[in-house]
Every structure is written in C-alpha cells, then in structure tokens.
C-alpha cells in the first residue's frame, strides 16, 4: 500500500517536526533526498536555476563526502543542505545510538541544524534526542517517483493532485528516480496555477 501523505498520527507523535508550512497562499516547498549524485543532481540543479527555483537537498553523508564538489554546488546556487544520515539507516530497525550516531556523523558533510529521516522512520526515542540538535522535516506529499512499478506519468498525475498551499514535497536526487523526467512539467504547471516555491523559516 502506497502512502502519499504521512500517517497523520505522526504528526501528533512528532509535534514539532515541519510536515506541511502553515499558510492559505499558494507556497510550496520543494525538496530531494538521497544525494547528491553526478547522474542526477546536475541536471535537476539546471532546471532549478531555469525556473529560479530553490529547494531543500536531504543528503547521505555518504555521498556527500564522496561528491563535495557536488554540495559545493548546491549551497553556492542558493539552496540548503540537509542531513539524512550518514548510511541512510532505518530508525525502526536499529538502536537509538546507532541511528543517532550515524546522523550525527553525517553533520560534517551535510547539516547540523535539518534533519530528515530515512524512510521517515523514526522512533521517538531517536526523535528527542535528534530534536534538540535538529529541525526535522517530513513531507505533506511522497510521489514515489523512487518506484520503478510506480511510473513517472502516476508520480507527476499525484503531485498535481495532491498538492495544496503549504505541501512540502519529496522527490529523489538519484539516478534511478524519475524526477528527472517529471519535474520540468510539474514546475511549469505549478507556475501557471499560481504557485511559488519557496524555503520555509526554520527558527
């Protein structure tokens, strides 16, 4: 079963994490996980810049101290760095220590201060302690543009559906993702109904 919203107790579990941006103007939140990549993180920065678009980049520590040129450029064209873990670890399966060193390990190359869990599984053990080091950011909308079964034509139909004032939306800055392919046309319909894309205060 495919979830394109969170569970909506998790909101309630996690009170403090940002889920959706709290506002009736047309504002979207754009942001990728799982890089950055030398086969996709190029090419989606370059229609970023074509709609002067900027977004939030959840990067493995991993990958970001394997491509800091990448991350260089990321920060240098305006956008922000999160942290999301260094090996990407699922929080349901691993101990609050483990889970909470391997965040922190990945500080060094990606961020201190934003923090998005892997899967979105996070224990609340692991979450308070994150929380005082950390802002932590969910979704309001999971396009499973990561699902190879899904398809790019049902990723892009739901983020058109789906969205509404606030969303912040998770894509995927790999490969294999079909961001690519989709996110083009999703920003040039975004832009005709009137939305704008724009980074949250995260005081």
């Known amino acids: 079963m495919r979830l ?3 569970y909506f107790f998790m909101r309630y ?5 940002l889920f959706r941006i709290k506002s009736s103007e047309k504002i979207l939140c754009l942001t990728f996980d799982d890089g950055p990549d030398p086969g996709s993180t190029p090419g989606l920065l370059d229609i970023l810049n074509g709609f002067k678009i900027k977004a939030i980049f959840f990067c493995e520590g991993r990958k970001a101290e394997k491509y800091p040129l990448l991350v260089t450029r990321i920060v240098g064209e305006g956008h922000l760095i999160g942290n ?3 090996n990407h670890l699922n929080g349901w399966l691993c101990s609050v220590n483990k889970y909470c060193k391997d965040v922190h390990s990945a500080s060094q190359y990606t961020s201190g201060t934003l923090f998005r869990p892997p899967y979105g599984r996070i224990r609340l053990k692991q979450y308070k302690r994150l929380h005082s080091h950390f802002k932590i950011i969910f979704w309001d909308i999971m396009s499973y543009d990561f699902d190879d079964g899904f398809g790019a034509a049902r990723s892009l139909k739901v983020l058109l ?6 969303s ?9 993702s079909s961001s690519l392919k989709i996110l083009d046309e999703f920003l040039s319909i975004t832009k005709t109904r009137g939305y704008k894309f724009i980074l949250p205060q995260l005081n």
């Not at 579990?13 to 994490?17: H, I, K, M, Y």
């Not at 559906?161 to 606030?166: A, E, N």
């Open 84 to 86: 999301h873990s260094y």
């Open 161 to 166: 559906k789906k969205i509404r004032p606030g």
């Open 13 to 17: 579990l996690f009170p403090e994490a």
């Open 4 to 6: 394109f919203r969170p």
């Open 168 to 176: 912040v939306i998770v894509l995927h800055d790999k490969p294999d």
